[in-house]
């Protein structure tokens, strides 16, 4: 394959849902496999049917070919499901594919999540070799009796064992962590930010709990079996965790997301900034120029599509102008550096306040936004009810 060839060799299938092609400098890898599905998880996992591996590389080689490549690659996510449940073979292949069909960005950021339990130094060098930079571990929490609470089948030293490798790696660390655990109090809650801290990531994203409909815990909490924190308790850990962070140098620059100085997710800030991204995999989401479009969520489905030349094309929508402008907006406003007015009316040709002006101007006098020197941002208030807001800014297209 020649890297810089903008031509796709294999025709683009058009059943059921044709699929979209667009230039962008981004690509997220769905990787499905997990050891077992965690009591909370409703993401697009398959548990076990390892053997599916060699048809699912086939897979992504069918949905590389149909991938436009005109542009070089500045960032990469290989996230799941579980990565490093690929055979070290497997994601060698996945690998060399991107190689073969991209040309690198120089200084791209390559991120491969990871399960503490899978990674060796073997997997590490094989994975710099090939040019990852960045190693997203799903720690969830640092304490024993919190990681079975939220069933998760890993242990601290396993944790402890994972991050120093990747450090002595020289690999940047991200952390995915877990507040408002049932159970959980805001003093184990003070513990485990501490744990963080010390822990030498560079990167840490921090998610409340949230249990969805046809999970374990859905069904647990439907049969009184399991409590969620309240919701002041929830508030106050957030608040903390933003206190804490940030008085220890931590930049807050995602609703959800802390980094070191000069350690923010390129790739994550891509989709903050409303920009194009391939996407590969089942139920993997890409976006080009307002059409996005999700691959179908069961991996058996899409094996079985995409290994036939059809489309894997699940979910496919062709925003509005309008819609389109609005995503933007919130999307911005995820982020802690907010809404450059004047950014934003040269990039969209309408400014937020023509676009959306009513709904602003009751969420700045409600004190869930702040206007600030041309810029609009989530005020402390509104990053607590963040999520409650977005319909609303979106609902009016
Ligand atoms: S490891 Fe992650 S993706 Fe897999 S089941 Fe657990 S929460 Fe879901």
């Known amino acids: 394959m020649n890297h810089a060839d903008s031509q796709t060799e294999a025709p683009l299938p ?17 990787v499905p496999f997990c050891r077992h599905r965690c009591g909370y998880c409703n993401f697009a996992v398959v548990v076990g049917h390892r053997e599916w591996e060699p048809r699912l590389l086939r897979a992504y080689g069918q949905e590389a070919r149909w991938t436009r490549n005109d542009a070089p690659l500045e960032t990469l996510y290989i996230g799941g499901g579980t990565p490093s449940r690929l055979s070290l073979p497997g994601m060698e292949q996945l690998l060399e594919l991107i190689h073969s069909r991209f040309r690198i960005a120089p200084g791209a950021e390559w991120t491969v999540e990871a399960n503490p339990e899978d990674v060796s130094p073997a997997w590490l060098r094989l994975l710099q070799g090939y040019g990852v930079t960045r190693i997203s571990l799903g720690v969830q929490s640092f304490r024993p009796e919190k990681l079975r609470r939220l069933d998760r089948d890993h242990q601290p030293q396993q944790i402890r064992r994972a991050i120093d490798r990747v450090l002595e790696a020289g690999l940047v660390l991200s952390l995915d962590v877990i507040f408002a655990a049932p159970g959980e109090t805001l003093s184990q809650w003070r513990q485990e930010l501490e744990a963080v801290q010390a822990s030498g990531a560079q990167h840490v994203s921090l998610y409340g709990l949230t249990i969805e409909r ?45 980094a070191r100085p000069g350690y923010l997710c390129r790739h994550n800030l891509n989709y903050w900034h409303c920009d194009d991204y391939h996407a590969w995999g089942p139920g993997a989401a890409r976006h080009y120029q307002g059409t996005r479009q999700t691959n179908h ?17 699940w979910q496919s929508e062709r925003l509005s102008p309008q819609l389109r402008m609005r995503e933007a907006l919130v999307l911005a406003l995820r982020t802690t550096a907010g809404v450059d007015v004047g950014a934003f009316g040269r990039r969209w040709g309408t400014s937020p306040w023509q676009l959306a002006g009513e709904t602003l101007r009751r969420f700045v006098e409600e004190g869930f936004l702040e206007e600030c020197g041309g810029t609009l941002r989530l005020s402390r208030r509104g990053l607590l009810v963040s999520d409650a807001l977005w319909p609303e800014l979106l609902a009016e297209a």
């Not at 849902?17 to 690509?27: D, E, H, M």
């Not at 850990?237 to 804490?244: D, F, G, K, N, V």
């Not at 069961?298 to 894997?312: D, E, H, I, N």
């Open 14 to 30: 058009q059943e059921p849902i044709p699929l979209a092609q667009g230039a962008a400098r981004s690509l997220y890898v769905h």
């Open 214 to 258: 046809g999970t374990w815990f859905w069904s647990l909490r439907h049969h009184g079996k399991l409590h969620e924190v309240v919701e002041e308790v929830q508030a106050a850990m957030y608040l903390e965790a933003i206190q804490r962070l940030t008085a220890a140098g931590w930049e807050h620059y995602e609703v959800s997301n802390f």
């Open 297 to 313: 969520p069961s991996t058996s489905t899409y094996l079985r599509r995409v290994l036939a030349g059809r489309s894997p094309v």
